[in-house]
């Protein structure tokens, strides 16, 4: 099941998840969901002086700036993007391992998509980094995290992992809104869509999801 919600909500909601695993850190949550048409940026970015007149200017391009708790970068939603929030807690006195954790987050996806599926940088690619989820060399998923220490049991983490999937081709539009952003910014740099890849014909979005939730229940 894919629920469909304003992105603000959605982000709210991750907190809400957060919390709770926090609270209780035998929980955990797998949820996926969609949200309309919206750019989100991380947390630090609000810092930029530039920031507020950035997002008025977006929004009134009809691309609303949301802001989420965890890292990675501008990233867009709607139409053709699927989103996974995979919300638990480490083993009690287990130091955090990223990479670890990462690979929590990021096999799971490669499982669902088969042969072809990699990780690493591309270049290009809108929040680009190293836990990127590729498809034959081209972004196809964008990953981040937020790690808090649990208020039940301080020898443990509550791990919000977030991935933002291109179930179809990224549209030119989203493109061009988040050079937009960027430039409003003053950040020295643009997106390529040439650098992004979607789900292969041969997947529809929901057999694609119940891959998914196979591969992050049996990790």
């Known amino acids: 099941m894919v ?5 603000a909500d959605a982000l709210a ?5 957060l919390e709770d695993v926090s609270l209780n850190p035998e929980h955990r949550h797998l949820w996926f969901w969609e949200c309309p048409r919206c750019l989100v940026a991380p947390k630090n970015l609000t810092t930029n002086p530039l920031f507020e007149q950035a ?14 708790s965890t890292g990675g970068d501008v990233t867009p939603q709607g139409a053709g993007i699927l989103n996974v929030s995979h919300v638990y807690a480490t083993r009690s006195g287990a130091p955090v391992d990223l990479n670890q954790e990462y690979d929590r987050l990021c096999t799971p996806i490669e499982e669902a998509l088969g042969t072809g599926a990699s990780r690493g940088w591309k270049p290009g690619a809108f929040c680009d980094g190293e836990y990127n989820v590729q498809l034959n060399g ?3 998923a964008g990953t981040a995290m937020r790690i808090r220490r649990s208020k039940a049991d301080r020898s443990r983490n509550a791990i919000l992992a977030h991935a933002i999937m291109l179930v179809d081709p990224v549209s030119v539009e989203a493109i061009d809104a988040i050079n937009m ?3 409003a910014l003053s950040e020295p740099r643009q997106i390529d869509i040439a650098a992004h890849t979607s ?8 057999t694609f999801v119940g891959n998914l939730t196979t591969a992050f229940l049996g990790c």
């Not at 629920?3 to 992105?7: G, I, K, R």
């Not at 997002?55 to 989420?68: C, F, I, Q």
């Not at 789900?199 to 929901?206: R, V």
């Open 3 to 7: 629920d469909f919600l304003d992105a």
């Open 13 to 17: 909601r991750e907190l809400e998840l």
């Open 55 to 68: 997002s008025h200017k977006l929004e009134t391009e009809g691309w609303p700036v949301n802001v989420r």
């Open 138 to 140: 081209l972004k196809f």
């Open 181 to 183: 952003f960027l430039n």
């Open 199 to 206: 789900l292969p014909d041969a997947y529809t979005k929901d």
